[in-house]
């Protein structure tokens, strides 16, 4: 790992800067009521898990434009219900659930431990950053500002330039904010294929957050010689491992 002359750095967002699996455990149990106070913490874990790694794919039709964000998370909960064996919400309760997690996931977003000890780091060496979100602007701001992330100041949508990740005029509508060239900017994110494979094939340096360690894994697999391509990093912590002094 050789440090570089880095004159930008942007994040991703979700499972990067913010703890959003976290915040969607802890919102799912509060709104799981009566309805599901049988689950086993096991089966808590399974019903969390199936909601957050979204296996139908119903966010990136979300991206794709075939559904609404609400319908989105709504599919998510019905599947993750119907593959716990429990019954589907009518619409009309499937409404009303989606209403109070709108209101009570916010409630829960966290910044991830490493996040300000690295940007008190590259405050303190004049470095610019910002975030590069497959959301609309307006709903990550408020995710970061309830985070306590309010300094990071840049920050480009989906609904910013029309465009999700991994397409380059997402990321380069963030390289164009901080005001630094591609080659001399860092994108960071958890994602190996839309964030760190995406950003290189923009001409950033992708850098792969891999904090659940599944690097060894993915070696294995067909994307062996990507990540050869692009840098891992298991925590925040060790991005400044690439800021030349």
């Known amino acids: 790992m050789q440090p570089m002359q880095v004159r930008g750095v942007l994040f991703d967002i979700d499972e990067t800067l913010v703890d959003l699996h976290a915040a969607m455990g802890t919102t799912l149990r509060a709104l799981g009521g009566h309805d599901l106070a049988h689950f086993t913490p096991d089966e808590w874990t399974a019903f969390t898990a199936l909601f957050t790694a979204d296996p139908e794919g119903f ?14 998370r709504v599919r998510r909960v019905q599947h ?15 409404q009303a659930w989606n209403s109070t997690y709108e209101a009570t996931l916010p409630l829960h977003f ?15 060496r004049g470095i610019p950053y910002g975030a590069v ?16 992330l309010e300094r990071i100041k840049v920050l480009v949508g989906i609904d910013t330039v029309g465009a999700a990740k991994p397409d380059p005029a ?11 060239d591609p080659a001399c900017t860092l994108y ?28 060894a894994a993915v070696r294995k697999d067909h994307e062996a010689l990507a990540v050869d391509r692009i840098s891992v990093v298991r925590t925040l912590a060790e991005v400044r491992l690439y800021l030349a002094d």
């Not at 966010?59 to 989105?72: M, P």
């Not at 966290?110 to 303190?124: H, I, Q, S």
């Not at 997402?170 to 630094?180: D, N, Q, S």
């Open 110 to 124: 966290r910044a991830f431990d490493d996040v300000v000890p690295l940007l008190d780091e590259l405050d303190a």
């Open 80 to 94: 993750a219900r119907l593959s716990t064996g429990q019954p589907l919400l009518d619409d009309d309760t499937a």
């Open 188 to 215: 960071v994110g958890d994602n190996l294929s839309v964030d760190a494979l995406g950003a290189s094939a923009a001409g950033l340096h992708g850098v792969w957050l891999d904090r659940a360690g599944q690097q």
């Open 59 to 72: 966010y990136d039709r979300y991206l794709a434009g075939e559904l609404s964000f609400a319908e989105q």
């Open 170 to 180: 997402i990321f380069h509508e963030g390289v164009r904010l901080l005001g630094t």
């Open 133 to 148: 979100s497959n959301n609309v602007h307006d709903y990550q701001r408020a995710k970061l500002d309830a985070a306590g």
